[in-house]
């Protein structure tokens, strides 16, 4: 899990753009239209063709074709969701006993889901199937969880103060430790960390069986860009070997980056002892 910036105002180039604003209209149409329905108390129909399309979109334009959680491969137009960071229907937490419940407000109702951002892009990102299925409609918070429509995602997230971390704005690595092994880890145990782990599955094993096994590949493919950096030699393929294991498209590329400044720190090390002089 790694950060991954996307402002649609200032990264697009002109045929993105084309196609962002087309689909932007047709978002707002069905936005509209949910939370008109939504006030009249008529039965609230989601098409989800329109996120779809979104999804598909970003894996191609925006995510290099990973899960925005695990950082799995996702090709464009086979497995995968649009996730819904917070959930347009049911909205649910896991209890003190590990039981999922439903989320209740106030007044005794059940939350209605965040349905008037169904279609708003800050609230969609390309999820592999395990992780989206994983989640599901799980959407903890540190303070309680709001039904009326925001329309600033930062002025929700100042209320609720939500424990999933939303990779778009904010940066993994602050909340999540990437270790050697496949294994992830809660940053000095905070909740968030914690939170963004267990409901995304992120330690599942066959998870961690797959980045363990591209941390030691990329520890061998690595072995040239080390040994040249040891030696301060230049090589005009540092920059392609770099790219092919920590760079944005490389699957797993947080947890294995990880790694590597690991082995390179204790390169320098050695380096700065004296007889590897």
Request: aromatic share 12%; net charge neutral.
């Amino acid at each position: 899990m790694r950060r991954v910036p996307f402002d649609p105002v200032t990264d697009l180039d002109d045929l993105q753009r084309k196609w962002w604003e087309n689909w932007t209209k047709r978002a707002a149409i069905a936005q509209a239209a949910i939370i008109t329905a939504y006030k009249l108390g008529e039965a609230i129909s989601f098409n989800g063709a329109i996120w779809t399309e979104l999804k598909e979109w970003l894996l191609e334009n925006v995510f290099a074709e990973k899960c925005a959680y695990c950082e799995v491969k996702i090709s464009p137009g086979f497995f995968g969701d649009g996730e819904h960071y917070r959930p347009k229907g049911n909205v649910t937490v896991v209890d003190g006993t590990g039981k999922r419940k439903v989320v209740s407000l106030q007044d005794g109702n059940r939350h209605p889901g965040y349905y008037w951002l169904a279609y708003d892009w800050r609230n969609l990102l390309p999820a592999c199937s395990k992780c989206n299925n994983t989640k599901s409609d799980q959407f903890p918070v540190a303070a309680a969880h709001l039904d009326s429509p925001v329309d600033e995602p930062d002025a929700l997230n100042d209320k609720e103060q939500p424990l999933l971390i939303n990779p778009y704005f904010e940066d993994p690595g602050k909340y999540i430790v990437f270790g050697r092994f496949g294994i992830i880890a809660p940053l000095d145990g905070n909740a968030r960390g914690r939170a963004t782990i267990e409901v995304f599955g992120l330690n599942r094993r066959e998870l961690v069986e797959e980045r363990w096994g591209r941390q030691s590949e990329a520890v061998e493919g690595l072995a040239p860009l080390v040994t040249d950096i040891w030696r301060n030699v230049a090589n005009p393929n540092h920059d392609a070997l770099r790219d092919r294991w920590v760079g944005r498209g490389a699957p797993f590329s947080a947890s294995v980056n990880a790694v590597v400044k690991e082995g390179l720190q204790v390169v320098d090390q050695l380096y700065k002892c004296g007889p590897f002089r």
